[in-house]
T-cell receptor
Framework: DVKVTQSSRYLVKRTGEKVFLECVQD?????MFWYRQDPGLGLRLIYF???????EKGDIPEGYSVSREKKERFSLILESASTNQTSMYLC?????????????FGSGTQLSVL | DQQVKQNSPSLSVQEGRISILNCDYT??????FLWYKKYPAEGPTFLIS?????DKNEDGRFTVFLNKSAKHLSLHIVPSQPGDSAVYFC????????FGTGTSLTVIP
């Protein structure tokens, strides 16, 4: 069965801290994504990656960076956390194929920045 | 600019009745459409999809209809059950996934 695992379900950090959100998938998928979900705004794409060591900016990359050193792991980094980064963060993966057909999501990390 | 739109933030229906969730899109080049269901504090789970070459896809109580000329997508749930209460996101694929803002469905017992 497909599995996308996010390291933390709930996280509380202070303003200015560096925050790491980890995501691991076990399906050998090429593509991995980081979204944030906020009420009334839906899912917004932060960054995505089509291969190891490759990354592409999504719609809202400001204040974030990512790392993909191994195919199965995609990390989201908040360089200096701010209160407006309080949100639900969702990692997802999809097989490469000829096009994008389905995303598999992790359970999410609810991040609170105080 | 929002390429996929869900104009109804919420919907309430009685148990046993039909739920109809709507979605509009702007890009005629989208080639695949999906619906995801999300419970609070959980990640979205895939529900049903449809290719742009089809106009209907059915899976049990769930049916998705695609009207390409109107750039409109709808999800029908018949009969609705209390366990269907969740937020539903429609999505479209091009060079990435584009999500709507979600519709919160409440099924009243």
């Amino acid at each position: 069965d497909v599995k996308v695992t996010q390291s933390s379900r709930y996280l509380v950090k202070r303003t200015g801290e560096k925050v790491f959100l980890e995501c691991v998938q076990d399906m050998d998928h090429e593509n991995m994504f980081w979204y944030r979900q906020d009420p009334g705004l839906g899912l917004r794409l932060i960054y995505f990656s089509y291969d190891v060591k490759m990354k592409e900016k999504g719609d809202i990359p400001e204040g974030y960076s990512v790392s993909r050193e191994k195919k199965e792991r995609f990390s989201l980094i908040l360089e200096s956390a701010s209160t407006n980064q309080t949100s639900m963060y969702l990692c997802a993966s999809s097989p490469s194929a000829a096009g994008l057909e389905k995303l598999f999501f992790g359970s999410g990390t609810q991040l609170s920045v105080l | 600019d929002q390429q996929v739109k869900q104009n109804s933030p919420s919907l309430s229906v009685q148990e046993g009745r039909i739920s109809i969730l709507n979605c509009d899109y702007t890009n005629s080049m989208f080639d695949y459409f999906l619906w995801y269901k999300k419970y609070p504090a959980e990640g979205p789970t895939f529900l049903i999809s449809i290719s742009s070459i089809k106009d209907k896809n059915e899976d049990g109580r769930f049916t998705v209809f695609l009207n390409k000329s109107a750039k409109h997508l709808s999800l029908h749930i018949v009969p609705s059950q209390p366990g269907d209460s969740a937020v539903y996101f429609c999505a479209a694929t091009g060079n990435q996934f584009y999500f709507g803002t979600g519709t919160s469905l409440t099924v009243i017992p």
